[in-house]
């Protein structure tokens, strides 16, 4: 079992930036792949990022590619998502997830075994 929180949401205006945080529990945090995903309301959730277990793979959904940085500390069993230049359509509510299945698939949802609870990001124009 993972338990995992998420934090860091805020409201900032455009072009502000923040930086979410997803703190893990229980199992060995290197042997999972992260992911953050978003949903906004009355959307589907949707892939914003993933970086893999060593931190040797990140891959981005286009609408956060050269904006937001995945990264990971796992000496700190965290995980951090640092999104720049954020506009408001960036608006939604948060997830971090994690996934011990091997390569690819990514960007979907049901291969996370574990999620956070969600923190919300507003972006104000």
């Known amino acids: 079992q993972v338990q995992l929180v998420d934090s860091g949401g805020g409201s900032v205006q455009t072009g502000g930036s923040l930086r979410l945080s997803c703190l893990a529990s229980?199992?060995?945090?290197?042997?999972?792949?992260m992911g953050w995903f978003r949903q906004a309301p009355g959307k589907e959730r949707e892939f914003v990022a993933f970086?893999?277990?060593?931190?040797?793979?990140?891959s981005y959904a286009d609408s956060a590619k050269g904006r937001f940085t995945i990264s990971r500390d796992n000496t700190k069993n965290t995980v951090y998502l640092h999104m720049n230049s954020l506009k408001p359509e960036d608006t939604a509510v948060y997830y971090c997830?994690?996934?011990?299945?091997?390569?690819?698939?990514?960007?979907?949802?049901?291969?996370?075994?574990?999620w956070g609870q969600g923190t919300q990001v507003t972006v104000s124009s």
């Open positions: 997830a994690a996934r011990s299945t091997g390569p690819g698939g990514w960007s979907t949802p049901p291969t996370y075994e574990y």
């Open positions: 229980g199992r060995p945090f290197s042997n999972y792949g």
């Open positions: 970086i893999s277990g060593n931190g040797g793979v990140t």
